[in-house]
């Protein structure tokens, strides 16, 4: 643990508060007040500072726009009904930035540091936070490379910055997904464990097509055979099968999600049997066909638990039940919202009081 952080606090004098409408909130396109920054050079991070929010003046030649050193996280704060505030778990979210950080030679950051540069931010601007059932405030740490060279080589000095987004949900139907079997979003020995910047610029082009096609998500598959499934857009995959919550184990291909390990951990509190295993897509569309595919979802920290409605592969679009009479996901949702918001104990420590 190291000492309190030094943060220096610049406030606004025009808060954009009063004029910002929370009941029509589009995810991450409005901004609460202020931002965290901080610099990394000469091997130590420094200048740890919040400021309101607003543009930041950078060279064009710095190797994150040329090479994509860059990566970021998700993670959301929560109103309880007493006032009290709470972050979701972010010492997982620690964790898994120093581990993309790792993966991208860039600094790690100690998890006392990035804990309390969230604490920070999020309590200068707490009254950003939604009250409304659904809505949160979305927290947006990310980190790029910050030195002016074309060579292809770690950048020695990087900017850490955090953001912050009050947020509805992010999807309002159950959706309709496409298996894809051609384009891939991560291949072993790739970055796909990581939250890299660029496994969500390269995922956009397929994305864009199944859109096209009137889909709401793609679901990935494995790179080698497009024969296994791997995730959902940006969540991750879960079903239930026969009565058996089953997910693909999250490798290097797929992003170890905080909400994945959340509804492992709900479902084992249930008494709900949890396979780690691969999926295959005949799998899941010969469950879907015989009737033993309960449910399927998607789990994220923007998508939350997002229900798939129907599952597009083969050339057939398999329907599920109802998303009101899918037992496990609306029990994991109302569970996992009281305890967000300060509705039932938090037997596990996931809430970060701020
Ligand atoms: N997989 C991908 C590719 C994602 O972008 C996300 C979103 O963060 C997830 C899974 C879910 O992870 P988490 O639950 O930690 O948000
Ligand atoms: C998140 O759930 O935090 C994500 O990263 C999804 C985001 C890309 C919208």
Excluded at 55 to 78: D, N
Excluded at 228 to 235: D, K, L, S, T
Excluded at 342 to 353: E, R, S, V
Aim: with cysteine; charged share 25%; glycine share 8%.
């Amino acid at each position: 643990m190291t000492d309190t952080l030094d943060i220096k606090i610049t406030k606004t004098s025009k808060s954009r508060l009063a004029e910002t409408d929370f009941s029509n909130l589009v995810f991450g396109r409005t901004f609460s007040d202020h931002m965290l920054v901080a610099d990394y050079s000469d091997g130590e991070w420094k200048n740890f500072e919040i400021v309101p929010y607003g543009e930041i003046t950078v060279s064009p030649g710095i190797s994150a726009l040329h090479y994509g050193q860059s990566f970021f996280e998700g993670i959301k704060a929560y109103k309880h009904a007493d006032g009290k505030v709470s972050i979701f778990r972010p010492d997982k979210n620690a964790q898994r930035f120093n581990k993309s950080a790792e993966r991208l030679c860039m600094p790690t950051i100690p998890e006392d540091v990035f804990l309390q540069s969230l604490a920070a931010i999020v309590d200068v601007d707490r009254d950003w936070i939604p009250g409304a059932p659904g809505h949160s405030l979305y927290i947006r740490p990310f980190m790029f490379a910050t030195d002016q060279y074309l060579g292809v080589a770690p950048s020695k000095t990087y900017k850490y910055i955090v953001l912050l987004c009050p947020v509805g949900p992010y999807f309002t139907k159950p959706l309709r997904v496409k298996i894809e079997t051609h384009y891939t979003r991560s291949a072993e020995g790739g970055m796909g464990f990581a939250k890299s910047s660029g496994n969500y610029g390269g995922s956009m082009f397929p994305a864009k097509k199944a859109t096209e096609e009137g889909f709401d998500q793609l679901i990935w598959t494995d790179a080698k055979e497009h024969k296994y499934i791997e995730e959902m857009g940006a969540a991750n995959a879960m079903f239930v099968i026969d009565g058996t919550v089953v997910t693909p184990p999250a490798l290097d291909t797929i992003l170890d999600g905080v909400t994945r390990d959340t509804v492992i951990q709900l479902a084992h509190d249930f008494g709900v049997p949890v396979e780690e295993r691969k999926v295959s897509v005949d799998e899941l569309i010969e469950t879907a066909r015989n009737g033993k595919l309960n449910d399927a979802f998607g789990a994220g920290t923007a998508a939350t638990i997002a229900p798939v409605g129907s599952i597009f592969a083969n050339g057939e679009e398999y329907f599920l039940t109802a998303p009101e009479n899918r037992e496990f996901s609306q029990k994991v949702l109302k569970t996992l919202d009281a305890i967000r918001y300060g509705n039932a104990p938090d037997t596990h420590g996931w809430n970060y009081l701020v």
